[in-house]
């Protein structure tokens, strides 16, 4: 089961020395998603992990949720204070990067949810690949508006990014509000430092609210290039995101 199997990780990790893995979570005004994607993190099934949330001084939303909670000692909280001008995405990005602790850095957004293997799964592939970086060519898309659920297209999806620390500080986030992580990640394909990661699409599960940074019409092209999943394959996707 679950616990036999983290034990297990736990175990190998202290005999082999897995190395930290710092998740970065940059969010705003969603403590329900947030609360989600920390029990993504509690449940991973790799143990040396760090997770690193950061929220702006203006959140209440989020600062209520903090306050009000108890966390554990691999969860780290970075309160950014009032700044002019505005900071933007990607230099929150950054900021998250640099207040890590990990020797790899995995992007961890607020509003997705995450299989509890996926940090085992990503480094594993970076490994047996030789490469600094892995990510996924495909991963699930779910339409929280209409219910649906779908197996994207291949592409290099840029959130679903881990990295050495090392090298993702070679190339920063730009100063942008969206697509911040598009130059980024075409760097790091360029540079060959990336394994592309194709059969494991179920690891990630990219939800589109209507809230999202990009609009709605961004996602709408985004399905209509994938394959809608079956009933029952949707029904599961629907309960994962109910954890």
Known sequence: DRRQRQMCIRDRCMTNKCPLISCVCVTHNRPNMLERVIKCFEYQTYNNKQL???YEELDKLTKAYIDSHTFSNNIKIIMISLSIPKLTLGEL?????????????????DDDWY????????LKYLL????????????????????????????????SILCKKEILTLYPYPPIEKGEDVSVIKQLISKHHIALIENEPEIYVYVFHRNNTWENSHFDNMISSSIELPKEINEEVIECLKC
Do not use: P, T
Not at 93 to 109: A, F, H, L, V
């Open 93 to 109: 990005r950054n900021i998250s990067i640099q207040k890590s602790d990990g020797e790899y850095i995995c992007q961890w957004d």
């Open 52 to 54: 690193v949330i950061v």
């Open 115 to 122: 299989s509890c293997e996926r940090l085992e799964i990503q």
């Open 128 to 159: 047996k690949m030789k490469k600094s970086a892995s990510i996924l060519l495909r991963w699930i898309i779910y339409d929280d508006f209409l219910k649906k659920s779908y197996l994207s297209f291949i592409h290099a999806w840029e959130g």
